[in-house]
């Protein structure tokens, strides 16, 4: 934006945010795993759940729950 000046991110602070970047990942990659081994384990089941689910939110948005 303007000749000769350098960004306003510290190294620390760089680096802060790849750790919290890392975190995020590694979080979603357990919540992925155990979300895979327990969609394996209903097998059959699965649109049962997705409906389960969706009559839940559509319960909670209505106030009935």
Do not use: A, N, S, Y
Not at 1 to 19: S, Y
Not at 25 to 51: A, C, D, K, N, Y
């Amino acid at each position: 934006m303007f000749p000769g000046t350098r960004g306003g991110l510290d190294v620390e602070d760089l680096l802060k945010l790849i750790l919290v970047l890392v975190v995020i990942w590694l979080v979603l990659e357990i919540v992925g795993g155990v979300v895979g081994f327990v969609t394996h384990l209903l097998g059959p089941l699965q649109p049962l759940l997705g409906v389960v689910i969706l009559v839940l939110i559509v319960l909670w948005l209505l106030d009935r729950i």
